[in-house]
C-alpha cells in the first residue's frame, strides 16, 4: 500500500472530513477524495461510506486507519533510530498547551530546551477541551491538557497518555474576607458567596460543577472569566471568590490574596501530555518531555527522576501565543 495513501486516510480519519484533510495536507479537497479512492481500489474494499453530505469510515476504513497508525509509527521509529546515530536529539517539535500550563510551565522549558543543540520548540498555547485533543494530536507531536480528576481519563487505542502531575485547586479569597482565619474552608461556607469562574465546559469549570454534585452546594458563578490573572485581580479587589490551581497563581496574587484548600473534599486537575502512539521513540520528542517532568518537578518541589530519556544540548525555540490563561 502506498505509504502516501495511508497518511490521507489517517488524516481524513484524524479530522473528520475531505476538506479538513485536505487544509491539513495542503492540497485540494479533489486530490484527497482521489487519494482514499485509489486506497480503496488497492485494499479491494469500501473504505468510506456516505454520512449526510460528507463521508464516514467503514468498519474496514476504521481497522485500516490503526493499521496505518502502526506503519506510520514504524517509519517514525527507524527515522528516530537513525537520529540515534547522530547521538543527539535533533529536529523540530511542536508543542501545545494550555495557557495556565504554559504560565507555569513554559518559562522554565524554554530555558531547558535552549541548552539542547539542534533542537527546536514550536510552541502555541490554546484553550482546550478535552473534546479537542484528539483534534490537536493531529496538529502537534506534543499537547499538554488537563482535566478534573473526576473526569473520565482521556482514551484512545491511537494516543498515549503521559501524566505530568496533579495540581490541587485551592480557594481564592479577597483580602479581610471572614473566612480568612481558617486553615481549610467548607463548601457549605461558600454557599452564599459570588463565585467567578471560568467558561463551561473548560477543567476548572467541571470541577466546581463536580463538588455541586458530590455536596449538594450549587455555587452562584456571576462573573465567567477566562484570564486566571483577572480572575486573581477580581477576587483581589473583594468582587467575589474563585477556585484556582495552586502552582499556576501568580506571585504578586499570592501574596495578596487569601489561599484556602477546600474542607473535607478532594478538588484537582490533572495534567497530562497527549501523543500519539509511539511519537516518544523520537529523540527530540523523548528529550521535551524530559524537560517537561524536569519543570514540573522543579515547580512543585517535587523531587525523583522522569524515568525518561534525558536531554543534554542546546537548541533554538519560537513561540507563538494565543491569549487566554485557563
Do not use: K
Amino acid at each position: 500500500m502506498d505509504i502516501g495513501r495511508l497518511r490521507t486516510l489517517r488524516e481524513f480519519a484524524d479530522r473528520g472530513s475531505v476538506t479538513a484533510a485536505a487544509r491539513a495536507l495542503h492540497c485540494t479537497p479533489s486530490a484527497v477524495s482521489q487519494q482514499l479512492r485509489a486506497l480503496q481500489a488497492e485494499v479491494g474494499l469500501p473504505l468510506t461510506e456516505p454520512a449526510g453530505r460528507g463521508l464516514r469510515l467503514t468498519d474496514a476504513g476504521r481497522a485500516l486507519v490503526a493499521r496505518a497508525d502502526e506503519v506510520l509509527a514504524a517509519l517514525e521509529r527507524a527515522e528516530s533510530e537513525l537520529d540515534t546515530y547522530r547521538s543527539v536529539p535533533r529536529g523540530r517539535v511542536r508543542l501545545a498547551m494550555f495557557p495556565s500550563g504554559a504560565l507555569m510551565l513554559l518559562p522554565g522549558l524554554l530555558h531547558r530546551v535552549a541548552e539542547f543543540d539542534g533542537l527546536e520548540l514550536d510552541v502555541r498555547d490554546i484553550d482546550m477541551t478535552p473534546p479537542e485533543v484528539p483534534g490537536l494530536v493531529a496538529d502537534f507531536d506534543l499537547v499538554v491538557t488537563h482535566r478534573d480528576e473526576h473526569a473520565p481519563p482521556f482514551g484512545s487505542d491511537r494516543h498515549d497518555v503521559v501524566h505530568l502531575l496533579r495540581e490541587p485547586l485551592d480557594v481564592a479569597l479577597p483580602p479581610g474576607h471572614r473566612l480568612g482565619g481558617e486553615n481549610r474552608v467548607d463548601l457549605a461556607d461558600l454557599a452564599g458567596e459570588r463565585w467567578i469562574g471560568v467558561d463551561v465546559g473548560f477543567p476548572v469549570d467541571d470541577v466546581l460543577r463536580s463538588l455541586t454534585v458530590r455536596t449538594g452546594v450549587q455555587p452562584t458563578v456571576f462573573q465567567r472569566i477566562n484570564d486566571f490573572r483577572v480572575i486573581e485581580a477580581l477576587v483581589g479587589a473583594g468582587h467575589g471568590v474563585a477556585l484556582l490551581p495552586r502552582y499556576a497563581i501568580s506571585r504578586s496574587a499570592g501574596e495578596c490574596l487569601l489561599r484556602r484548600p477546600l474542607a473535607g473534599i478532594r478538588a484537582a486537575r490533572h495534567i497530562e501530555v497527549v501523543l500519539r502512539r509511539g511519537a516518544a521513540s523520537r529523540p527530540a520528542v523523548a528529550a521535551v518531555l524530559d524537560a517537561l517532568h524536569a519543570e514540573v518537578a522543579a515547580t512543585t518541589g517535587a523531587s525523583g527522576s522522569s524515568g525518561r530519556i534525558p536531554g543534554t544540548m542546546p537548541g533554538s525555540v519560537m513561540v507563538r501565543a494565543d491569549a487566554g490563561s485557563r
